[in-house]
T-cell receptor
């Protein structure tokens, strides 16, 4: 089945540690996105990428980094500079930007907690 | 003014009731519109796209009013399983941060 796979489902980070969240899609979508959701809150955009080897900061990029070396993959690194990383992280993808009537599709998320 | 606004609720309705949610958006250049459903501690899932002429999918009806810049979602004959948060999403069509999410409206359908 085509879809978006996020791993791991749960992740624990020690103080001062960098951790990387995986996001892979086999939908042949050009655009990929990372969101953060805190309890009872809406989605906030961290980074997005419209094409391979290109990505842009979203609204809350500080303390995070990404790469887009392959169309299928858009990993997110939560660095030690992110002081409050505990949240639900969602990866999404969509077909190319010109077809704006196409929706986003989401992975089932990674829940990150501080040890 | 936020780009996409929704009444946060919660809406508590009995089973079988009809409930409607509204969503307003500020960018008049917005091109496409969607309703997503998000269950507690799960990812958002596409419920339906919203077309200019309005569209229906079973018990769910979505409407768009471009002149007033709002979209609506009507749920008829509510089921317990409809309990979730409903997210209004607008695609503003720019290259880049094109999807804008509303904060969501929480629905609880009570037995």
């Amino acid at each position: 089945d085509g879809g978006i796979t996020q791993s791991p489902k749960y992740l624990f980070r020690k103080e001062g540690q960098n951790v990387t969240l995986s996001c892979e899609q086999n939908l042949n979508h050009d655009a990929m996105y990372w969101y953060r959701q805190d309890p009872g809150q809406g989605l906030r955009l961290i980074y997005y990428s419209q094409i391979v080897n290109d990505f842009q900061k979203g609204d809350i990029a500080e303390g995070y980094s990404v790469s887009r070396e392959k169309k299928e993959s858009f990993p997110l690194t939560v660095t030690s500079a992110q002081k409050n990383p505990t949240a639900f992280y969602l990866c999404a993808s969509s077909i190319w930007v010109g077809q704006s009537n196409q929706p986003q599709h989401f992975g089932d998320g990674t829940r990150l907690s501080i040890l | 003014r936020k780009e996409v606004e929704q009444d946060p609720g919660p809406f508590n309705v009995p089973e079988g009731a009809t409930v409607a949610f509204n969503c307003t958006y500020s960018n008049s250049a917005s091109q496409s519109f969607f309703w997503y459903r998000q269950d507690c501690r799960k990812e958002p899932k596409l419920l339906m796209s919203v077309y200019s002429s309005g569209n229906e999918d079973g018990r769910f009806t979505a409407q768009l009013n471009r002149a007033s810049q709002y979209i609506s979602l009507l749920i008829r004959d509510s089921k317990l399983s409809d309990s979730a948060t409903y997210l209004c999403v607008v695609n503003i069509g720019n290259y880049g941060q094109n999807f804008v999410f509303g904060p969501g409206t929480r629905l609880s359908v009570l037995p």
